[in-house]
């Protein structure tokens, strides 16, 4: 809150909480008897931000008690944080998001944070240190930090607003956030204009600087940028695989990505987007926008054909052929009833394909996978990564919570006749564990 003699920043712009200048820890003071004469329904001795007076307000109304509002915890819905992850939209932006912030974090007095649509989160990053004070307030993945579960933050706050928005210490409506500082910035989805999430900086109250808010909005945008580029070239990657499946076929069908968004199409009048179930995978399904399909995965996205009245296709089942067979280039081939793919994988994600044949079908944590691939269990964020990107290759074909093939999937793997030759380069402990076996 600027003092009452300071000038506004025009309504236009982002409104950082301080001022250059401005002496934060008196700036702190002066909030905190305004937040006191609010909540107690007195005389204020100044007139807290629009964006914060707005928000109080809202909160007030509903009746939420600033010395109430429960400790946020992991949202019990959140069966599945890599699948939250990778519905969001953001995952494909996150190390960029990480990256561009990384100037703010290399002290190790703040956090990067990353929240979906709906304001929980799904990504932190930081030192131990601010981490630790972070997981006692539970600002933790899959905790809820919308304004109606912890009251005035600037992830919840930047999601009702609709702009970038910078809290600083009492102006946060919970108490027990008073010694912190935040900084959110919506993302949006630049083909529809909807949020998709919040990147957001913080750390504790002494750390705020009027730049940071600024900076927050710049990494946002840069990640819109980067979302709306990553997407075209998805759709152009797979228009190369559909394009000539449905010149092949008869019948009406089209090529979506994982989100819905059209690749190619023959004989039906779809749009730009399909809306897609919430949990999609071979076989045959009802789609709001055409009614009964049947659906075909493609490397990131489906083919989706209208359905025979007779019902064969749905009884055709979906193999996914993965070829281990050559050191440098393994591949993988789904054959399912509407045509065939080739693609070859990375490295990394033979190893994973052939551990989870090996454990089908019950499948693996990413604790087990971890141990598996670096002996080291602790290391799920960067199997989640992993799993993410693979998922996203394989639609459909890859569960999660453990992570195993979906139900009904036929799985061959192609292996060298000699063992000592499975995965040569591959240094991850089961795989050379099974090379001795």
């Known amino acids: 809150m600027p003092s009452p003699s ?6 236009t712009a982002p409104e950082p909480a301080i001022q250059a200048g401005d002496d934060p820890r008196h700036h702190a003071e002066v909030l905190s008897a305004v937040y006191d004469a609010r909540m107690s329904g007195t005389r204020a001795p100044a007139r807290p931000r629009d964006v914060i ?3 109080w307000r809202r909160l007030l109304a509903d009746g939420a008690d600033p010395d109430r509002m429960a400790r946020s915890t992991p949202d019990p819905e959140i069966i599945d944080l890599d699948q939250e992850r990778r519905a969001s939209g953001l995952d494909e ?3 960029e998001m990480t990256a561009g912030l990384g100037a703010v974090t290399t002290d190790g007095d703040n956090i990067v944070v990353v929240a979906d649509r709906a304001g929980r989160v799904l990504w932190r990053s930081g030192s131990p240190r601010v981490l630790s004070r972070a997981d006692r307030l539970g600002f ?3 905790a809820s930090w919308a304004e109606g579960s912890v009251g005035t933050n600037a992830i919840g706050t930047a999601l009702v607003a609709g702009s970038a928005v910078q809290v600083f210490s009492a102006e946060h409506f919970t108490r027990t956030h008073h010694t912190w500082t935040c900084t959110g910035a919506p993302i949006r989805d630049a083909r529809t204009g909807e949020v998709l999430g919040v990147v957001d900086v913080s750390g504790p109250a002494a750390t ?4 940071t808010l600024a900076l927050v909005d710049a990494v946002a945008r840069l990640a819109e940028s980067r979302l709306r580029e990553v997407h075209r070239r ?3 990657r797979l228009r190369t695989v559909a394009a000539p499946m449905l010149a092949r076929m008869a019948g009406r069908a089209v090529a979506v990505d994982d989100h819905g968004w059209v690749a190619a ?12 179930p919430h949990e999609i995978g071979p076989g045959r399904a009802m789609l709001p926008d055409l009614g009964s399909c049947d659906l075909d995965p493609l490397p990131g996205g489906w083919l989706i054909r209208l359905a025979d009245a007779d019902g064969d296709m749905a009884e055709q089942a979906t193999t996914l052929v993965v070829d281990l067979c050559s050191d440098r280039d393994p591949s993988v081939r789904v054959v399912g009833p509407m045509g065939s793919w080739t693609q070859t994988v990375s490295p990394r994600h033979a190893e994973i394909l052939y551990l989870l044949s090996l454990h089908a079908p019950a ?6 996978l971890a141990a598996d691939l670096f002996g080291d269990a602790s290391r799920v964020v960067t199997v989640r990564a992993e799993m993410s990107r693979l998922r996203r290759q394989l639609s459909g074909l890859v569960a999660g919570s453990p992570y195993r093939f979906v139900a009904g999937l036929d799985v061959e793997v192609s292996v060298p006749a000699d063992p000592a030759h499975l995965l040569p380069r591959s240094t991850a402990p089961a795989i050379r564990h099974a090379r001795l076996a």
């Open 6 to 11: 300071a000038t506004r920043t025009p309504p």
């Open 93 to 95: 932006v996150i190390d």
């Open 234 to 236: 998805s759709l152009d």
């Open 208 to 211: 705020i600087h009027p730049t």
């Open 363 to 368: 499948g693996r944590t990413a604790g087990d």
């Open 140 to 142: 933790v993945e899959g």
């Open 53 to 55: 007076d707005d928000s």
């Open 265 to 276: 199409v023959d004989g039906i009048d779809s749009g730009a987007r399909l809306t897609l």
